[in-house]
């Protein structure tokens, strides 16, 4: 069968995420060894490994139809690419990581201003200098290979300008944060002319759809339990669901089966609430896509 799309996976800290939601979502993708053209359960769909520094740019020329990355590199090249869909997942957590501006914890620098003349290290150079440039402070901004934080601690630099999510690396150097300059998340993104083509354009709606069914499912489990005729109408107000809990009568009996979706952050306090009540033979289960 004749490929459909060639897409892009991110290879280095996203890869494993990437994969793995891509397994809820439908796909196996399976990574051979130091090959960059990992193999997949899906005919019509060629995937090639490419860091997420670079996805933007090889999107935009055509070499990969379609690709994830993160939003804050389509922003550092300005590349133009159709974004496809907002994919907020990472390694660490289900939030959009930040890329701050951080100084030594002493340093006499508290506001953007201060950093005038001063110099910044960062993997994230044109939409740094263009930041500063839009307000008029002159920096001298020099390209990270790496350990950007240690840049401060070794003298390298008067400040940083690195990714976080949980801030840990930050404190561990004894930096502080004095500037927030952008959110970013995973996007799936494509060729102009590829989305234009009506084949390709079908395949990455439907990998868009499942991608964003399984992260909502992330966030979701079913509960499921007997409950005796008598308190049916207690139960079902305490339950929170999507639309309304699905309730079935027993076989032969004054019991009914109620079966919800609720948020994963409510199931520990909604459970013993439940059992109290006099709900029984409660079950949690996982879930792979809601839609």
Aim: charged letters at 25%; one cysteine or more.
């Amino acid at each position: 069968m004749k490929k459909t799309l060639k897409l892009g996976i991110p290879k280095g800290s996203l890869q494993d995420a990437t994969i793995s939601l891509f397994r809820r979502s439908g796909w196996k993708i399976n990574v051979n060894g130091r090959s960059y053209f990992p193999d997949i359960n899906d005919d019509t769909i060629e995937c090639a490994l490419c860091r997420a520094q670079e996805m933007s740019i090889n999107v935009e020329s055509g070499v990969i139809d379609a690709g994830l990355t993160g939003k804050d590199w389509i922003a550092e090249h300005q590349s133009d690419v159709h974004v496809v869909s907002d994919l907020v997942y990472s390694k660490v957590s289900a939030k959009p990581a930040r890329w701050i501006i951080a100084v030594a914890g002493d340093s006499p620098i508290n506001s953007l201003e201060d950093l005038q003349g001063k110099t910044i290290s960062t993997e994230l150079v044109q939409f740094t200098r263009r930041f500063f440039q839009e307000r008029n402070i002159d920096v001298k901004v020099k390209f990270s290979w790496g350990a950007t934080e240690a840049k401060i601690v070794s003298g390298l630099a008067d400040a940083i300008v690195e990714i976080t999510e949980t801030e840990s690396t930050i404190k561990a150097h004894n930096l502080k944060v004095i500037h927030e300059i952008m959110q970013t998340n995973t996007q799936l993104i494509a060729n102009k002319q590829a989305w234009e083509n009506p084949a390709k354009r079908e395949k990455i709606e439907q990998i868009a759809l499942l991608l964003q069914s399984a992260l909502v499912a992330d966030k979701l489990v079913g509960l499921k339990m007997n409950v005796p005729e008598t308190i049916i109408e207690k139960i079902v107000s305490l339950l929170p669901s999507l639309n309304a809990p699905t309730v079935a009568s027993l076989y032969k009996s004054t019991w009914f089966s109620v079966e919800t979706i609720v948020d994963q952050s409510v199931v520990r306090d909604l459970i013993p609430v439940l059992i109290k009540e006099g709900a029984e033979g409660i079950i949690e289960y996982p879930l792979n896509k809601v839609l």
